[in-house]
């Protein structure tokens, strides 16, 4: 195995449903840092690649400037320039400084997601996925919106320009969702956890009256969202494309216009689902946890006689894993990963690989990131990224390469 090393303490903390915790005082996870270990077939080499953030999550590259954009959960925008040698010790220019606007009561607050709108050359728009600043005592009022803004000529974030599109109420202050994707023509994917606390109490996630727990199909033409008309027959709210899922944490489209959606389990299972994007699908929560039948409490037991055909991979909460963390179809970056899924484990920091073996999906490691994973993203020059909870970024770097 290829090392890095992380010069930070190891603290073994214990997290036992840390990322579905119900409880009024809310414990936040401790930080663990180990080495960083790749599986050497995989020729890649773990690379320190920004680091001095507080809880970066997300990257995008700018549409037409050579900038590559990070998103932080404190409400913080940072872009790097990437036209020449990119700088590691560069501290990045603020594009914005929400941090007044958002909530973080609990560790699965924040800015949560970001995306440039596809006319952003003419309209200069962004949209944000937030959870809304609300008290921290007492039950939650804080809900997730989804709002625009404006970049403004200087480059920054315009605040007085933001406007709010739709807002879901959250009940408790986790499963918030909050990715958002473009697929182009002015459409894009918003995904929305089950509204939180544990076992799904209200049972959203099979009722199709509300956005909770669910991934939301939606247009933007630079003022407003509509319901997309890609959805051929919408169910009782046009907007919900997918439901049935506790907290997809991140999704991506591959080269054959599936979605890979990688939603967090409760006590047992931790799921990779792939279907066709604009197929509609009931992926079962909180009838069904991965590959059983859900029983608040019950036992863990793999049942092989469900069928459950979206799903291509659990795996349980074993080896130190507890919450999946979803990442990217690999149609770009290191030659090794080409044509796989990558994702990882919040807890563990392990990394796999999915990727088709004659016509049979298998599920491979990859390594072990040494940190708890929040993120991936792709770097300046296409390098896969990964986002720590400690606020480093590492680089999977292949071996020999010159980035």
Known sequence: MRVLAISLLLVVPVLCGCLSDDSD?????????????IVEEYE??????????????????????????????????????????????????????????????????GLLGFAFDDDFENSNKVLLSYIESGPCDGPNQSNLI??????????????????????IEQPYRNHNGGHLVSIGNGEFLWGIGDGGSANDPEGHGQN?????????????????????????????DPYILHYGLRNPWRFDMDTDNRLWISDVGQNCW?????????????????????????????????????????IIHTYPHTNGNCSITGGFWMDWGPSSLRDSYIYGDFCSGSIWAISNSSGTWENNLIGTAGKMIVGFG????????????????????EVNSEL
């Open 25 to 37: 005082e809310y414990e936040w996870p401790d930080v663990i840092a180990s080495d960083c270990n």
């Open 44 to 109: 890649l080499e773990c690379l320190e690649y920004l680091n001095g953030l507080m809880n970066p999550i997300l990257s995008l590259e700018h549409p037409y400037s050579d900038e590559l954009w990070i998103i932080d959960l404190n409400g913080f925008i940072i872009s790097w320039p990437t036209e020449s040698n990119f700088d590691a010790n560069n501290p990045g220019t603020n594009v914005a400084d929400l941090s007044s606007l958002i909530g973080r009561c609990h560790m699965e607050q």
């Open 146 to 167: 989804l709002a625009y803004a404006e970049i403004d000529a200087q480059n920054n974030l315009n605040l007085e320009s933001i406007t709010v599109l739709m807002e």
């Open 208 to 236: 199709e009256s509300t956005k909770l727990g669910s991934i939301l199909l939606f247009s933007f033409d630079g003022y407003q969202i509509s319901p997309s008309t890609s959805i051929s027959s919408p169910g009782e």
């Open 270 to 310: 931790e799921e990779v689902n792939l279907v066709p994007m604009l197929q509609s699908t009931n992926f079962g929560w909180s009838e069904m946890e991965g590959p059983q039948n859900f029983v608040a409490g019950g036992e863990c037991n793999f049942n092989s006689s469900i069928s459950t055909p979206e």
């Open 378 to 397: 792709k770097g300046h020059a296409n390098q896969l990224i990964v986002f720590g909870w400690d606020g480093s970024i590492i680089q999977l770097a």
